[in-house]
C-alpha cells in the first residue's frame, strides 16, 4: 500500500544545516517530491528524485535517497529564517506505465531560530 | 506569471448550499489535478484530468462532489450540499504528460472553505 511518514517538527538555529527524513512503503515509487508550503499558501515544488538515483544536488538543498530502506532525506545547507516552513515528501507511483497522482506525508514542520 | 491559478482564494458559506471553484493550469499542460488538505495534514488526491478526460476518481471524491474540464483547459469541482466536514484547503495542480514519463506537479495557492 501507499504510506508516507514524516517526522512533525525540526527546529534547527540559522546558519545549521537542516535534514528532514521521509519514510515510504511502496516499492514501485517512481519520482519522489519535496514541497515547501509556506502559511495560507499552496505547495512550492522544491526539488525531485528519480528511484533509480541515490542523490541530487541542487543549490543549497541535497536529497538522497536509499531504495533498499525506502528512505528519503532532504538536507538543506546554511538554513535561514526564510527556509521556515511546513515540507511535505511526496510520491508517485508508476501504475500501468505511467505515473499520476501523489501521496504526501503528513508534513514536518521547520522552524528557524536566530 | 504563468503559474496555476485558483479562485476564489477563501469561500465561507452555510451549509447545504452549493460551492463551485475554479482552477487555471499552467497553459501547456495537459493534466490537471484536485486536492484536498485538511488542517495539519498533507494534501489527499482527489481526481485527475488528462485534457478533457477525467482518468482517475478517489474513494473520497463522494457523489457531492463533481469535476469538470470541458474544454481541457481550466477546471471546475462542484459540491453540492455542503457538510461540515467539506471545510478544507482544495488545492489544484498541472502538469506536463509526455508519454512514459511524468512531470512534476505545479500547485496553485490553493482555495480555502469555511463552512458554517
Known amino acids: 500500500g501507499e504510506d508516507v511518514e514524516q517526522s512533525l517538527f525540526l527546529s534547527v538555529r540559522e546558519g545549521d544545516s537542516s535534514v528532514i527524513n521521509c519514510t515510504y512503503t511502496?516499492?514501485?515509487?517512481?519520482?519522489l517530491y519535496w514541497y515547501k508550503q509556506e502559511p495560507g499558501a499552496g505547495l512550492q515544488l522544491l526539488t525531485y528524485?528519480?528511484?533509480?538515483?541515490d542523490m541530487k544536488q541542487d543549490q543549497r538543498l541535497t536529497v538522497l535517497l536509499n531504495k533498499k530502506d525506502k528512505h528519503l532525506s532532504l538536507r538543506i545547507a546554511d538554513t535561514q529564517t526564510g527556509d521556515s516552513a511546513i515540507y511535505f515528501c511526496?510520491?508517485?507511483?508508476?501504475?500501468?506505465?505511467?505515473?499520476?497522482?501523489?501521496?504526501f506525508g503528513t508534513g514536518t514542520r521547520l522552524q528557524v531560530t536566530l | 506569471d504563468t503559474g496555476v491559478s485558483q479562485n476564489p482564494r477563501h469561500k465561507i458559506t452555510k451549509r447545504g448550499q452549493n460551492v463551485t471553484f475554479r482552477c487555471d493550469p499552467i497553459?501547456?499542460?495537459?493534466?490537471l489535478y484536485w486536492y484536498r488538505q485538511t488542517l495539519g495534514q498533507g494534501p489527499e488526491f482527489l481526481t485527475y484530468?488528462?485534457?478533457?478526460?477525467?482518468?482517475?476518481k478517489s474513494r473520497l471524491l463522494s457523489d457531492r462532489f463533481s469535476a469538470e474540464r470541458p474544454k481541457g483547459s481550466f477546471s471546475t469541482l462542484e459540491i453540492q450540499r455542503t457538510e461540515q466536514g467539506d471545510s478544507a484547503m482544495y488545492l489544484c495542480?498541472?502538469?506536463?504528460?509526455?508519454?512514459?514519463?511524468?512531470?512534476?506537479?505545479?500547485f496553485g495557492d490553493g482555495t480555502r472553505l469555511s463552512i458554517l
Open positions: 511526496a510520491e508517485s507511483i508508476n501504475r500501468g506505465g505511467t505515473a499520476s497522482k501523489l501521496t
Open positions: 495542480a498541472s502538469s506536463a504528460y509526455r508519454g512514459g514519463g511524468n512531470q512534476p506537479q505545479h
Open positions: 511502496d516499492s514501485s515509487s517512481t519520482y
Open positions: 528524485i528519480f528511484s533509480n538515483m
Open positions: 497553459s501547456e499542460h495537459n493534466r
Open positions: 484530468f488528462q485534457n478533457e478526460a477525467q482518468l482517475e
